[in-house]
């Protein structure tokens, strides 16, 4: 039997967080234990606006930042000790012993912002939607919870999910930050509700939105943690210029952006305002790649998908990109230097990834002259019109994909196009795509790569890949998980069905003023901000 309980009582320091995945952590100093101050309203830049607002239905930090605040959900990552897990509308769980049935008491005096009472029948409605999704609902999350068969709600305290085999991340996996809890009786009369609209139970509530320029909510009082949250409320502004964004944080016109910026614009800040702010730096649970459309062609054709991922060199591309970008580290589809990284020497072995640039190049000419491209071939690189890292990446590819005679054409889109063209119509040949998760879990991670899944934006097959997926999801042996984990990446690698780009590295500037937020390796993680405060106005 496991068992777990929210904490609730006062976090009054900023922790350094030691990452406990990778060797790299928060560079922020310990800060003295203070008195949080209540009041003030938090303003915060973020670098894109979101396709719909329903989390169930987006996977990008546009919709969550803005959003999380506003919900709750059944568990959470702990915002002080990564990658735990802690509840929220949870106050405590069980597992049975034969690992197929996960008990959850819920908290009864939680209220949505309407007035209504947050009940188990609202949890069991809201994971029905991410899991069983009815008809014209996407779900890009439905296929980390391949091994749950049920969800019930026996009593309005109670909720219970009943498995077909165990699983090996199921209660990570319940700790999504996208897993919100929505009142049932909107579901009811529209799964899509909240696509557009509001109405959660988190510590703050829906003010105003005006596309592509601010989103703001207030304080909501009757938050069942009753003395948070200590800010009377926050608000974000919108810009895809990463130049604008800085300037914000610059003025002080914006206290943070929680997501990134380059680098060279943290050092520039600090540079000009030292003390006044904190720079927190982790290592990213995303990476940044190019996603090839297998059912177009001449991307049918695996000769020509090895040799625009042999034409990459990923290696000096992380000397050049990481200080404009934060891009860096190479690896495959789990993160470097994590249980789930595959070896080097091992790495190295597949198109793209040895250390010889112009031998990689060589082979890459060779290919295209074998599958008929003697002298190459145009394409259009679709993109999102957001320049960190996104654009940034996109021209260092162009230029290495020149070197083999294939020109690309760059089209930035706007974030609900590029969307629309890339995850649900396959309306691209090429597409920058990150791949990312709130955690550190293979089911996460690697989604993206088998057949149906709504976040495999190249729409390729493989039983062979799809069976691993399935093992990997339900073997409790870590060993014998991380073969499977490695044997799934090593298929996608050979069959260059997927290009991955570079991992990330998160540079989040702040003012000090900024109390109580620690960076974790996630844009998407430790977003409620509830215990957050501002030092002053």
Known sequence: METGARRHGPLFIVVVLAVLIGSATVGTAVQAAETPRRGGILLAAIGADAPSLDPHQEQTFATIQPVAPLYSTLLQIDPYSYPNVIGDVASEWKISPDGLTYTFKIRQDIRFHDGSPLTAADVKASHDKILFPPEGVRSIRKHHYSAVASVEAPDPSTVVFKLKFPSASLLANLASPSNVIFPKKYLDKDPNYFKNNVMGSGPFRFKSYTRGSTFEAERNPDYFVKDRPYLNGYKFFISTETSVRAAAIRSGRAHIEFRDLPLAEVEAIRKQLGDKVVVQQTPFVIHF?????????????????????????????????????????????????????????????????????????????????????????????????????????????????????????????????????????????VVVTPIGAFIDDPDQLLAPYITGSSQNWARFSNPAIDDLYSRQARTLDPAERKRLVIELQKIVLENAYHMPGLWWSRNVVHWAKVKNWVAPPSHFTNQKLQDVWLSED
Request: aromatic fraction near 10%.
């Open 289 to 429: 790649d190019i996603t090839i459309n297998n059912t177009v062609k001449p991307f049918t054709d695996v000769r020509v998908r090895k040799a625009l991922t042999l034409a990459i060199d990923r290696y000096t591309g992380g000397k050049v990109l990481h200080g404009l970008t934060g891009l860096r580290d190479v690896g495959a589809l789990t993160r470097p230097g994590t249980e789930w990284a595959m070896a080097q020497s091992d790495l190295e072995r597949f198109p793209g990834f040895a250390r010889d640039a112009e031998k990689n190049r060589a082979e890459a000419r060779r290919l295209l002259a074998e599958a008929g491209y003697p002298n190459g071939f145009k394409v259009v690189l679709k993109n999102r019109n957001v320049k960190l890292p996104y654009q940034d990446f996109a021209v260092y590819v162009i230029q290495e994909w020149r070197k083999i005679g294939v020109e690309a054409e760059h089209r930035p889109l706007e974030t609900a196009a590029w969307y629309a063209d890339g995850r649900d119509q396959g309306n691209f040949e």
